[in-house]
């Protein structure tokens, strides 16, 4: 198996060997765009991850040594959680950082590879695309209904639903970047 990426010096030098080249004019101004949003989204990230683990740790403190009730903690920390994980899927993918099983790709010729990796993008783009939109569905309910969590705190659930189609939004353009770099750079020859 792999992970589609090799980690060097501080995490911060990655490479995606599989990912075709975005030799077209268009695609790699697109492809350079994507990567400024993905990257301008990891730190928020980042922070949110974090925030998240102050935030549990406070709780459990707070709970054990002081015997504080807590109300928000635990859905704030989720609501971070739920942003970071649905943002960074589409830096993860822009990398090719999900795991994969390299057995069938060594076995396969460069052309069948290509095909093979064609559809399981679009495949990927597919449900990507229905759950982007989804999510949306539920965040313009929640917001137009006025839902809220059942907890005593009872933050608004349009937020978690924002997150996630926001999130989910930036993976299906990441992957529909993805199918058509490889359409028309496999139709340019290369």
């Given at each position: 198996?792999?992970?589609?990426?090799?980690?060097?010096?501080?995490?911060?030098?990655?490479?995606?060997?599989?990912?075709?080249?975005?030799?077209?004019?268009?695609?790699?101004?697109?492809?350079?765009?994507?990567?400024?949003?993905?990257?301008?989204?990891?730190?928020?990230?980042?922070?949110?991850?974090?925030?998240?683990?102050?935030?549990?740790?406070?709780?459990?403190?707070?709970?054990?040594?002081?015997?504080?009730?807590?109300?928000?903690?635990?859905?704030?920390?989720?609501?971070?959680?739920?942003?970071?994980?649905?943002?960074?899927?589409a830096y993860v993918q822009s990398f090719r950082g999900h795991v994969g099983v390299e057995a069938v790709a060594t076995?396969?010729?460069?052309?069948?590879?290509?095909?093979?990796?064609?559809?399981?993008?679009?495949l990927s783009l597919a449900f990507c695309v229905f759950f982007s939109w989804k999510s949306w569905t539920l965040f313009?309910?929640?917001?137009?209904?006025?839902?809220?969590?059942?907890?005593?705190?009872?933050?608004?659930?349009?937020?978690?639903?924002?997150?996630?189609?926001?999130?989910?939004?930036?993976?299906?353009?990441?992957?529909?970047?993805?199918?058509?770099?490889?359409?028309?750079?496999?139709?340019?020859?290369?």
């Amino acid at each position: 198996m792999s992970h589609g990426y090799d980690v060097g010096e501080a995490g911060l030098e990655l490479h995606d060997a599989e990912r075709p080249p975005a030799g077209h004019p268009t695609v790699a101004a697109l492809d350079r765009a994507m990567k400024a949003v993905n990257r301008a989204v990891m730190l928020p990230c980042m922070l949110a991850l974090v925030g998240a683990a102050g935030i549990l740790t406070y709780s459990v403190a707070a709970r054990y040594f002081f015997k504080i009730p807590t109300e928000w903690q635990d859905e704030t920390a989720v609501f971070l959680l739920i942003g970071a994980t649905f943002f960074s899927g589409a830096y993860v993918q822009s990398f090719r950082g999900h795991v994969g099983v390299e057995a069938v790709a060594t076995l396969l010729s460069p052309r069948v590879n290509h095909w093979r990796m064609l559809f399981v993008e679009v495949l990927s783009l597919a449900f990507c695309v229905f759950f982007s939109w989804k999510s949306w569905t539920l965040f313009r309910e929640a917001l137009h209904e006025g839902y809220s969590s059942n907890s005593t705190w009872g933050p608004p659930l349009w937020i978690p639903y924002a997150l996630m189609a926001s999130g989910m939004t930036l993976l299906s353009l990441q992957l529909l970047l993805e199918v058509v770099a490889r359409l028309v750079n496999r139709s340019e020859g290369r």
